[in-house]
């Protein structure tokens, strides 16, 4: 029993590791001897809980894929639904303000670099923008069904273009290192909903 417990830490904290590298280095750019140096961990060790780089790359995005849908749920808060939306926004900006700005996001960063050449990274990412999509759709439908929210789209389509947006500052932000660029993001979000 203590061994599987001690074989869950290693690979956990392979994942944790291996995610801030993937974060700075993009997927090609990280070797496994690269994973190995920072992780500390031994060859066999990692070839005992990963097939090989793919798997490691795709295992993170599935352990990052999870927080990120937990953070999502507990970030929709507010009084109406389009402040439920205008505040998940928020928290998104307050997560990239603690990195400083630096990483990105792993979704956008692992769409640009890898949804081309590998379905199964183009998978995770699909299903991660879906899930979010949808939780924004949510709110915004039931914005809709109570007259607070006044555009002339689907709450579908707005729902992808606030996605669109906060990706797009997310990047602005990291190319720039100014926070202004994803607030100015956040500022026509927030004028979008009415806010």
């Known amino acids: 029993?203590?061994?599987?417990?001690?074989?869950?830490?290693?690979?956990?904290?392979?994942?944790?590791?291996?995610?801030?590298?993937?974060?700075?280095?993009?997927?090609?750019?990280?070797?496994i001897n690269d994973i190995i140096k920072v992780t500390g961990v031994t060859k066999g060790n990692l070839y005992y809980h990963f097939a090989g780089k793919e798997d490691i790359g795709l295992a993170v995005l599935e352990d990052v894929k999870e927080e990120f849908f937990k953070f999502l749920a507990e970030?929709?808060?507010?009084?109406?639904?389009?402040?439920?939306?205008?505040?998940?926004?928020?928290?998104?900006?307050?997560?990239?303000?603690?990195?400083?700005?630096?990483?990105?996001?792993?979704?956008g960063n692992a769409a640009l670099e890898m949804s081309d050449s590998n379905p199964r990274f183009s998978k995770v990412i699909r299903s991660v923008c879906a899930h979010w999509i949808r939780e924004i759709d949510h709110y915004l439908s039931l914005a809709k069904e109570g007259h607070s929210l006044h555009v002339n789209v689907s709450p579908g389509m707005l729902a992808k273009a606030i996605v669109a947006t906060i990706e797009g500052g997310i990047m602005l932000s990291r190319v720039t290192k100014d926070q202004a660029d994803l607030e100015d993001c956040l500022t026509v979000i927030r004028a979008m909903l009415g806010e």
């Open 75 to 107: 970030s929709f808060i507010g009084d109406t639904p389009c402040a439920k939306v205008a505040n998940s926004c928020q928290a998104i900006f307050e997560e990239q303000k603690k990195n400083n700005f630096v990483g990105g996001c792993l979704f």
């Open 1 to 31: 029993m203590a061994q599987t417990k001690k074989g869950e830490m290693t690979r956990d904290h392979i994942l944790k590791t291996t995610r801030a590298i993937l974060m700075a280095n993009g997927f090609h750019d990280t070797s």
